[in-house]
């Protein structure tokens, strides 16, 4: 059974910081999807990655994944109060269905 | 271009009634996946449509059941409904069913059972 961690589960950071939200996840897969939430909302597509060494960049949020670890990393830089959210990665199965796995979410909130 | 939709918004429900959702999905998009999200447990797969075909379901009872029309909208009926039903449902629609699509979600549907 695929299952995708993520860390931290809360993570409290100052305006103008960097930092990282980590997503591991158990089986093969190269395809792995970072979302947002907002409180009471549904989820907004961030980034769709879906090859070894992918590396994608919106503003000031950077996604990249390594299959060979299965790791995908979500990179803020330089955080502003707009970006306190909930965050989840999400693995596809890999099995040729759009089923996505949920990783537990990482409760950004960005101090002023 | 329109978004996934869902209705009803909110809903209220008593222990053993039953319920249906409905979610239609973006235009063009085949594909529909249902899931259900709770604080304890996150976000879980429910079950996927793709062709008015059921092709996966995840580990929920029977009394969690769905269907797709051939115009692609879907709908999740939930019977005999407990406590721990009380979750956000959200639908979510992509063109294919293949994998590697983004899936785009709607505003999902807040059921609370009493």
């Known amino acids: 059974e695929l299952k995708v961690e993520q860390n931290p589960l809360f993570l409290s950071m100052q305006e103008g910081k960097n930092y990282t939200i980590y997503c591991n996840y158990s089986?093969?897969?190269?395809?792995l999807y970072w979302y947002r939430q907002d409180p009471g909302k549904s989820l907004e597509s961030l980034f769709v990655?879906?090859?070894?060494?992918a590396v994608k960049q919106e503003g000031r949020l950077m996604a990249s994944l390594d299959t060979k670890a299965r790791l995908s990393t979500l990179h803020i830089t330089a955080a502003v109060h707009d970006l306190s959210a909930t965050y989840f990665c999400?693995?596809?199965?890999?099995?040729?269905?759009?089923?996505?796995?949920f990783g537990t979410g990482t409760r950004l909130t960005i101090i002023p | 271009k329109a978004g996934v939709t869902q209705t009803p918004r909110y809903l209220i429900k008593t222990r053993g009634q039953q319920v249906t959702l409905s979610c239609s999905p973006i235009?063009?998009?085949?594909?529909v996946s249902w899931y259900q999200q709770t604080p304890g447990q996150g976000l879980q797969f429910l079950f996927e449509?793709?062709?008015?075909?059921?092709?996966n379901k995840g580990n929920f009872p029977g009394r969690f059941s769905g269907r797709q029309f051939s115009n692609s909208r879907s709908e999740m009926n939930v019977s005999t409904l407990e406590l721990g039903d009380s979750a956000l449902y959200l639908c979510?629609?992509?063109?294919?069913?293949?994998?590697?699509?983004?899936?785009?979600f709607g505003p999902g549907t807040r059921l609370t059972v009493l």
């Open positions: 979510a629609s992509s063109r294919s069913a293949s994998g590697g699509d983004t899936q785009y």
């Open positions: 089986t093969t897969s190269d395809r």
């Open positions: 990655l879906l090859s070894n060494g």
């Open positions: 999400a693995v596809d199965s890999n099995f040729g269905n759009e089923k996505l796995t």
């Open positions: 235009s063009g998009h085949r594909s």
């Open positions: 449509y793709f062709s008015e075909t059921q092709r």
